[in-house]
């Protein structure tokens, strides 16, 4: 007798699609069965013309922790669960910054009784905290961030500093992240058009040029060739040209480095953010129409390892610019209940399959942060985190329905093909037909353990 069997659909893995019923016992995938097969359960939920896949784990969320009215765990994980987000990450860029294990147990304990996903935490190198680094690896955290630009509350951190706490992460089995600007370059162009008055949208387009972000994702890429035991990933990658150098590089041999890139990436462009303003403004900011499509093919044939939402929400005072001025606007857009439908709907349109998506929103992400000992596929003994999606149902995008705190996203009335139906985690129901299952604190915190095969 199991305690769950779905029924009816068609199982999306990270090996492909086929007709089966998978049945759950006491939270975990227990058998992958024939359509054909008789087998007894104490629930059964029919997913007929529905897509069963595998829960979504994005590894790049801001759960706002410190800075109330950005966002909180509850909002955010009640979102995820919306969006076919089973599993998320949280960046250490809270208040306290994660870097050390008191601010790790300090976020855990606020986060438990709010979240309805589950969840794991970055750590991260900043000046001044080196010595904290093996014990974070050691509470779970074993992914660091750095940035090589500055960023509100959260240090740059300085090439001898990364290759020095590259070399240790490297040595205990974890993994270095960078969001990769240059910061000079950047802010040369910024005080420039600060001194001649310019404060549009278009300015902050052309502080950030692709070249900007270039040469810091390939200082990266040549760092991790110094230290190819310690594994490295390339945040939120806008540009077409930085995928193709990390193509380069795996042809020379460098092969510790991942990339992912975000849905904004994959479907706005820098024509949307003149016409629809602050909301849209994030860093990297979107970049042209013909980067978009360039982009979408270093997603299809493989280059990108993963699609994540980087969701980085704000008040709605932040996100409204001061006297026109767009400088006054806070970067970051939120993601994490559309990022599903966005790259569904625009995926599918250049052959995208559900395969790959799976592979990309779900499987590879789950592996390269240390979680694929539970999450991220369909396969017996992982976690039963599971999702049906209608890949047919055609919808607007209602920014009054998001779960968020700050109830906004930048695909306001935006039509979408493929909606979620329903989605379980450790065999629970916790949302369907757009209401949550579940009482927050559902949610359980995952260690990484990224040195595992």
């Known amino acids: 007798m ?23 016992k006491d939270g975990k995938i227990a058998a992958i069965l024939s359509s054909e097969s008789t087998i007894s359960a104490s629930e059964y939920i029919d997913a007929q013309d529905h897509l069963v896949m595998p829960g979504l784990v994005d590894t790049h969320v801001h759960c706002g922790h410190g800075t109330p009215e950005r966002e909180n765990f509850e909002c955010v994980t009640k979102a995820a669960a919306a969006g076919g987000i089973t599993t998320i990450v949280d960046m250490p860029l809270s208040e306290p910054s994660t870097v050390t294990v008191d601010a790790l147990e300090e976020k855990k304990k606020s986060a438990f009784p709010q979240v309805v996903v589950d969840f794991s935490l970055y750590s991260g190198i900043i000046p001044h905290h080196m010595n904290d680094i093996e014990a974070t690896f050691e509470a779970g955290a074993q992914c660091y961030k750095i940035f090589t630009c500055r960023c509100s509350n959260y240090p740059m951190t300085y090439d001898g500093l990364l290759l020095k706490g590259m070399k240790k992460i490297g040595q205990l089995g974890g993994m270095v992240c960078a969001h990769a600007e240059n910061d000079t370059l950047i802010q040369e162009l910024v005080d420039d058009f600060l001194l001649s008055g310019r404060d549009d949208a278009q300015a902050y387009l052309e502080s950030h040029p692709e070249y900007s972000e270039l040469e810091a994702v390939k200082r990266f890429i040549f760092l991790s060739s110094l230290v190819p035991n310690c594994k490295t990933h390339i945040c939120h990658l806008s540009i077409a040209s930085g995928a193709e150098a990390l193509r380069e590089a795996r042809g020379h041999g460098i092969t510790n480095i991942t990339a992912e890139t975000c849905p904004q990436y994959l479907a706005l462009d820098e024509e949307d953010l003149i016409r629809d303003g602050a909301l849209l403004k994030c860093d990297p900011p979107v970049r042209s129409r013909e980067n978009v499509e360039r982009l979408w093919e270093m997603v299809l044939n493989g280059t990108i390892d993963m699609i994540v939402s980087d969701h980085s929400p704000h008040s709605f005072e932040k996100k409204t610019p001061q006297n026109n001025n767009f400088w006054t606007v806070s970067e970051g ?52 985190d599971l999702i049906l999606f209608d890949p047919l149902k055609e919808w607007v995008q209602d920014d009054s329905k998001l779960f968020y705190l700050n109830k906004w996203s930048p695909y306001k009335n935006k039509k979408f093909k493929g909606q979620i139906k329903r989605t379980i985690i450790r065999g629970k129901t916790v949302f369907i037909d757009g209401k949550i299952q579940v009482k927050p604190g559902y949610g359980h915190y995952y260690k990484m353990d990224i040195a595992a095969k």
């Open 2 to 24: 199991y305690d769950l069997v779905i029924e009816n659909g068609t199982l999306v893995t990270s090996q492909g699609e086929y007709k089966g019923k998978i049945a759950v």
């Open 333 to 384: 857009c939120t993601g994490v209940q559309t990022l599903l439908p966005v790259v569904a709907t625009e995926g599918r349109k250049r052959g995208l399959s559900w395969t790959q998506l799976v592979k990309l929103c779900a499987t590879q992400p789950a592996r390269r942060f240390g979680l694929g000992y539970a999450k991220g596929d369909i396969q017996i003994g992982y976690d039963a």
